[in-house]
């Protein structure tokens, strides 16, 4: 079977933020690598397709190829990771079935502000939350610090650090000033919980499973117990190494579906769809949920393969179990 597996090329200069943030954006090809090596093992025909800054090639080498699906690996366009839904709504217009999640649970659930508002309107707990706008001061503060602070559209882990967590109005409106002027996007404001940490993969089409819960174990030596840039990417720092993720995570069968329901029940709400990944911070023994990944990053040494893993699906198996759900759709719509 003819595979098209499509992902971001790197920009030399990142559009906004950091330059360190290169390091997330690079790795989009090793995964996008790992993923064609997995399908010719598994004995298709795996086309590399990279995204760059225009699309209009994009578009050419897809309707050569004609595959019969396309994994889908692509986080945003031209450094924007808010545009991440229009590359998937383009596989839509172009008629050709795909991985993942679709273009609309992609721009909500990329919008941690609008996922937030979501999640509330429909009773699932998260952290208390506001949003400042691009260029507008902060409002009176009516939450409890500490607070964090986080770009309202990125993913990754990008921009968060020890100085993402404020104790005081003069540290927040700082903080918001950074996301302002080095992101160019809002800034959301949400409650920091310090407490276990868990990612929770769910699996389906609706989602309708879990893989094993994996938790994330911060060394004592940490200025802050958060899943921070470098603690995810830098793998050299002592912010990575103090970063650990335990799978399968150590908790009680009832503490365990507690988790899994709260996850589950937030993908379908959104839609997400063959795999997506949910972190979760408890506060007392209720699993708070802090976004909301319909797109996670799926390299054998990730996450979410690594739960795959302990479940006991090989890299492999995991791949074309995500590949038979696109396939599923294909025979549906075209029934």
């Given at each position: 079977m003819k595979v098209?597996?499509?992902?971001?090329?790197?920009?030399?200069?990142?559009?906004?933020?950091?330059?360190?943030?290169?390091?997330?954006?690079?790795?989009?090809?090793?995964?996008?690598?790992a993923v064609a090596e997995a399908l010719?093992?598994?004995?298709?025909?795996?086309?590399?397709?990279?995204?760059?800054?225009?699309?209009?090639?994009?578009?050419?080498?897809?309707?050569?190829?004609r595959p019969a699906v396309i994994f889908n690996l692509c986080e945003g366009f031209r450094g924007d990771s808010a545009k991440e839904m229009h590359i998937a709504a383009l596989y839509e217009l172009l008629d050709i079935p795909y991985t993942g999640s679709p273009s609309l649970c992609l721009a909500l659930t990329q919008n941690k502000a609008l996922t937030k508002d979501i999640l509330v309107r429909h009773g699932l707990p998260t952290p208390d939350y506001f949003c400042v706008k691009l260029n507008e001061a902060a409002p009176k503060v009516t939450i409890g610090f500490p607070l964090i602070v986080k770009p309202c559209s990125e993913d990754a882990s990008l921009s968060i650090g020890p100085d993402s967590i404020v104790h005081n109005e003069a540290a927040l409106k700082k903080r918001i000033r950074y996301i302002h002027d080095r992101y160019s996007q809002d800034a959301l404001v949400e409650t920091f919980i310090c407490?276990?940490?868990?990612?929770?993969?769910?699996?389906?089409?609706?989602?309708?499973?879990?893989?094993?819960?994996?938790?994330?174990?911060?060394?004592?030596?940490?200025?802050?117990?958060?899943?921070?840039?470098a603690g995810k990417w830098e793998t050299t720092s002592a912010e990575?190494?103090?970063?650990?993720?335990?799978?399968?995570?150590?908790?009680d069968e009832k503490l365990r579906k507690k988790i899994e329901h709260t996850a589950i029940k937030a993908c379908r709400l959104f839609g997400c769809r063959d795999y997506a990944r949910v972190d979760i911070?408890?506060?007392?023994?209720?699993?708070?949920?802090?976004?909301?990944?319909?797109?996670?990053?799926?390299?054998?040494?990730?996450?979410?393969?690594?739960?795959?893993?302990?479940?006991?699906?090989?890299?492999?198996?995991?791949i074309q179990r995500i590949l038979n759900m696109a396939l599923a759709r294909k025979g549906a719509a075209h029934a």
């Open positions: 098209a597996v499509c992902y971001n090329l790197a920009a030399t200069t990142p559009i906004r933020g950091e330059r360190l943030d290169r390091i997330s954006e690079a790795g989009a090809e090793t995964e996008a690598q010719r093992r598994l004995g298709h025909v795996a086309a590399l397709i990279p995204l760059g800054t225009e699309v209009v090639s994009f578009i050419g080498k897809l309707q050569l190829l407490g276990r940490e868990f990612n929770v993969a769910v699996l389906g089409n609706p989602p309708t499973g879990a893989l094993p819960l994996s938790e994330i174990v911060f060394a004592k030596n940490l200025k802050a117990p958060i899943v921070s840039y990575y190494q103090g970063t650990t993720p335990l799978c399968p995570a150590s908790v911070r408890m506060q007392g023994y209720v699993p708070h949920i802090l976004e909301i990944n319909a797109n996670p990053d799926i390299c054998p040494d990730a996450g979410l393969a690594r739960a795959a893993h302990a479940a006991g699906y090989d890299y492999p198996a995991l």
